[in-house]
């Protein structure tokens, strides 16, 4: 059974989800992708792969993506998040980060840390 991966990508980091996705294309493959609206419609786009694309963020996609968490439906998140930039739904990210936590779900915020998780998913 594949496991459930979720793409989150603040504005100005979008590009590096995508550019993040297309170089990680055949470990993302083997997994059922879930994503925030526009995240989800440029890795989209991209790549050519199959996305469940839920809410933006600021509208409601984060928590939707924390719902997923609680309810096992989702395995994985990498979310490049912006600690520089200011967010109206800031409330939004620190609950999704606190949901990951309580249930235990790997979460990358950074390029390096997607690389160590997709690989590791990927691998087992």
Known sequence: MKKNIALIAHDNLKNNM???SKLHQLELEKFNLFATGT????????????????????LGGDQQIGAGIAEGKIDAV???WDPLAPHPHDVDVK?????????DIPMACNQKTA??????LANS
């Open 18 to 20: 995508v550019t993040w």
């Open 78 to 80: 990498i979310f490049f």
């Open 115 to 120: 690389d160590l998780i997709i690989q590791g």
């Open 95 to 103: 609950a999704l980060l606190r949901i990951a936590v309580v249930y």
């Open 39 to 58: 995240t989800g419609k440029r890795v989209e786009e991209a790549t050519g792969m199959s996305v469940t694309k839920f809410k933006s963020g600021p």
